[in-house]
């Protein structure tokens, strides 16, 4: 078997004897497993190093089905009925099954009814949620908005709204990553997102560009917050397509003594994400004025938080991965679940 050592992590609520669905939230680098009660609660969690692009044998010879065999086969054995739903890279061109994506505006309702599913070899049916789709708009003034994608943070997104009501009225969410997501959503739609490559961009130039090499060789999980918010400041005040220059002061900064090598990848990741919070907080496509939520890993919605903080936008709410809630969201919508019984008081 290849792949990663699959963590589990079980919670002390559950009735291990009825639980009402299996979500899996499957991306490019990983696979996370959650077995849900009947009250839409997470039970058990189970994660392995499985992502489409790591599968512990090809997809030709099978890989998705033994990925979904080891990670949840005991449960499929001891419950055989419980359904099963999925979102994320799994649902690409190169995932298990293609779900084509829903166009924006796009709200629960359309996402719900847009499922398509893979039959396992286990005999059961895999239901996999559609990503989410902006398509091209042209502009009478100003330049065309570009289409753009998602998979998984769509799902992330209706389990925000479903575990904060409010901000289903107007809310910009923040969901930070490699290819980190910004959606703007009214009553309940998401109507306009926007991709930022920040965190690629960061990878990319501090392993295969000149300004890593006076980089340390490991990353501190520590953030070295004033070289940070001064590279967030500089990115977020300059002026549309400076960022291709700044990026030299990375090398210069060190070379004249003005931050040691040590503050250079947190200056870096100021830059990158300061002209990020730019094109987002300030574009002429966005929703103005929206309140803010991040949503993600802690290491990285708390980088983010730094970030907005600096720039005077403070975030609302700060979320974990809500993916399985919204994956529980889309499976009571599309029937996968029934209805949690409403008790009367005479």
């Known amino acids: 078997m290849d792949g990663g050592k699959m963590t589990v992590t079980t919670t002390l609520h559950f009735d291990i004897e009825a639980p009402a669905l299996l979500a899996l939230d499957w ?11 009947k009250r839409g609660e997470v039970a058990i969690h189970r994660e392995a190093a499985w992502g489409i692009q790591q599968l512990p044998s090809p997809p030709a010879n099978g890989g ?9 086969g005991d449960w499929i054995a001891r419950w055989p009925l419980l359904p099963v739903i999925a979102c994320g890279m799994v649902g690409s061109a190169q995932g298990w099954c293609e779900a084509p994506y829903v166009s924006c505006p796009a709200d629960l309702a359309s996402l719900s009814s847009r499922l398509v599913h893979v039959r396992s070899r286990l005999g059961i049916d895999v239901h996999i949620a559609p990503g989410l789709l902006l398509p091209r708009r042209r502009k009478n003034v100003g ?3 570009l289409p753009d994608v998602m998979r998984g943070e769509e799902v992330q997104i209706l389990g925000a709204l479903y575990l904060h009501h409010e901000l289903a009225e107007r809310v910009c969410l923040v969901l930070p990553g490699t290819h980190s997501k910004w959606a703007w959503v009214e009553a309940g739609s998401v109507m306009h997102f926007m991709t930022s490559m920040a965190g690629e961009l960061f990878s990319v130039l501090r392993q295969h560009s000149i300004l890593g090499r006076l980089m340390p060789a490991a990353l501190t999980p520590s953030i070295n917050l004033p070289a940070f918010e001064q590279g967030v400041e500089l990115g977020y005040k300059a002026a549309p397509g400076k960022l291709i220059t700044l990026l030299f002061s990375v090398r210069s900064m060190e070379l004249t003594g ?13 830059l990158l994400i300061g002209t990020e919070l730019a094109a987002a907080l300030r574009g002429p496509d966005v929703l103005q004025d929206s309140p803010l939520a991040l949503i993600g890993s802690p290491v990285l919605t708390q980088r983010y938080g730094h970030a907005l903080a600096a720039v005077g936008h403070a975030s609302n709410v700060v979320l974990d991965n809500t993916a399985p809630q919204g994956l529980w969201q889309i499976a009571l919508a599309s029937g996968l679940v029934p209805q949690p019984e409403t ?4």
């Open 143 to 145: 330049a065309d908005i």
């Open 258 to 270: 003005e931050l040691p090598s040590d503050a250079l990848p947190d200056y870096l990741s100021g």
């Open 64 to 72: 998705f089905d033994l990925a979904f065999e080891l990670i949840a």
């Open 343 to 346: 008790t009367h008081v005479a």
């Open 27 to 37: 991306g490019t680098s990983s696979l996370r497993a959650f077995l849900i009660d």
